[in-house]
T-cell receptor, first 113, second 109 residues
Framework: IAGITQAPTSQILAAGRRMTLRCTQD?????MYWYRQDLGLGLRLIHY???????GKGEVPDGYSVSRANTDDFPLTLASAVPSQTSVYFC????????????FGNGTRLTVT | GQNIDQPTEMTATEGAIVQINCTYQ??????LFWYQQHAGEAPTFLSY??LDGLEEKGRFSSFLSRSKGYSYLLLKELQMKDSASYLCAVKDSNYQLIWGAGTKLIIKP
């Protein structure tokens, strides 16, 4: 079934630990995105990639890094987790073009203690 | 700064009609999206408007007025499964999506 797969579904992480959230899509979409969603706030863009081999910073990039070695995969790494990074993380993808909607993965619920 | 405003929460009755408003102030405009998000799930795409007017898609319709920086999502013949959050998002002049905080819609029998 075509779509976006995120892993893990949820994770409890000790502060200071390193963590990589995985995201894979099989729709051959050019663009991929990482968002975080916190109660009472809109989705906030962390990093994005318009095409394989390129990445860019979003609204809240500090403490996060990404890579885009190929079209399908877009992992998000927290180098040293802090409690303020407790959130629900959504990976999304889209075709190029202004009217292309985003397709979202099911999210990763991360708790940093 | 850029801003999207939506009501935080709305309540409606099963079978009725509800209108969810969205006003925006962004640097440029390249389209407006509505998404539905059930609790604990991912957002899913509902509609896209780039020109003024009404776009109808089954029980859901979306309206845009670019001069007023205003959109609404109209849901007809409400069903219990329509209980969800509805997210408004605008693409700015750099084609970056700016998101509202979402409107939680509660449907009562």
């Amino acid at each position: 079934i075509a779509g976006i797969t995120q892993a893990p579904t949820s994770q409890i992480l000790a502060a200071g630990r390193r963590m990589t959230l995985r995201c894979t899509q099989d729709m051959r979409h050019n663009a991929m995105y990482w968002y975080r969603q916190d109660l009472g706030l809109g989705l906030r863009l962390i990093h994005y990639s318009n095409t394989a081999g390129t990445t860019g910073k979003g609204e809240v990039p500090d403490g996060y890094s990404v890579s885009r070695a190929n079209t399908d995969d877009f992992p998000l790494t927290l180098a040293s987790a802090v409690p303020s990074q407790t959130s629900v993380y959504f990976c999304a993808s889209s075709l190029a073009g202004g009217n292309s909607p985003l397709h979202f993965g099911n999210g990763t619920r991360l708790t940093v203690t | 700064g850029q801003n999207i405003d939506q009501p935080t929460e709305m309540t409606a009755t099963e079978g009725a009609i509800v209108q969810i408003n969205c006003t925006y102030q962004t640097s440029g405009f390249n389209g407006l999206f509505w998404y539905q998000q059930h609790a604990g799930e991912a957002p899913t795409f509902l509609s896209y408007n780039v020109l003024d007017g009404l776009e109808e898609k089954g029980r859901f319709s979306s309206f845009l007025s670019r001069s007023k920086g205003y959109s609404y999502l109209l849901l007809k013949e409400l069903q219990m499964k329509d209980s969800a959050s509805y997210l408004c998002a605008v693409k700015d002049s750099n084609y970056q999506l700016i998101w509202g905080a979402g409107t939680k819609l509660i449907i009562k029998p």
